[in-house]
């Protein structure tokens, strides 16, 4: 991946979330959590990085409200002054209030802990590494059943990503040359026997939906994931997922 003519931001959240994510290339992949409480509030900061892809996630729980996420592909440069996140977003939720695209941050890591200073210092710790069933990145492809109807694939500029690793799901909407963001949602998840499970932990569109569990049928074709059920409504739902490669070609 080349990235030509980025710009250092100037806004603190993005520079705390970078931050948080430079100790790709030296720590494992993974998820890296740091809750903080203030005047009884308890706001959730949480790193993945998988490959060469990261998300960073901010929301807050009793009660729940979902402040923001962006992610896409990133590096690392060493420099005379230190490490450097080098990164190309593909989303940004608060896009259009700071139409944040790209990111150069200085970094600092320890270990498995990635800490930061972003207006309070921040340490952020790995969770345990879990594997199961369906773990990975997936695009939406189409509705199903597979009839050879033409698909949404990664020259579409509109994607919907869900990223499932260590026990955790998260599907981000959004639009890479729009930077139009539609909507993200994540919490828990498990895959077996065909059952795939949802436990929501954040909701860009509705934070009463916290809380919520789900639950649907799921299979495996070649290198598509079909996962069908009923929406939130009650309907019968199909759709098809294709398997994402996020390593730097």
Do not use: C
Request: proline share 2%; hydrophobic share 35%.
């Amino acid at each position: 991946m080349k990235i030509d003519n980025l710009k250092t931001p100037y806004f603190a959240v993005i520079l705390f979330f970078a931050a948080s994510l430079a100790s790709y290339g030296q720590i494992k992949r993974g998820i890296y959590v740091d809750t903080v409480e203030n005047n009884g509030v308890k706001r959730v900061h949480q790193v993945k990085i998988n490959q060469d892809y990261f998300i960073y996630n901010e929301y807050e729980i009793e009660p729940a409200k979902f402040i923001k996420t962006v992610g896409g592909f990133f590096q690392i440069d060493d420099t005379s002054t230190g490490k450097l996140l080098i990164a190309r977003l593909e989303f940004n939720s608060d896009y259009k209030n700071d139409a944040v695209r790209e990111l150069s941050i200085p970094i600092e890591v320890a270990g498995d802990q990635l800490k930061m200073n972003w207006k309070q210092q921040l340490t952020l710790e790995h969770i345990k590494d879990t594997a199961q069933d369906l773990d990975g990145a997936w695009l939406f492809a189409t509705r199903g059943p597979d009839t050879g109807q033409e698909r949404r694939g990664e020259e579409n500029s509109r994607k919907t990503l869900k990223l499932l690793m260590d026990n955790t799901f998260q599907w981000i909407a959004y639009d890479t040359e729009s930077f139009r963001f539609s909507g993200t949602g994540g919490g828990a998840y498990s895959a077996e026997n065909g059952i795939y499970k949802e436990s929501i932990e954040f909701f860009s569109k509705d934070n009463s939906r916290v809380g919520a569990n789900l639950e649907f049928n799921y299979s495996i074709e070649g290198e598509d994931w079909h996962h069908t059920g009923k929406n939130s409504k009650g309907e019968p739902m199909y759709e098809i997922w294709s398997k994402r490669s996020l390593a730097d070609e």
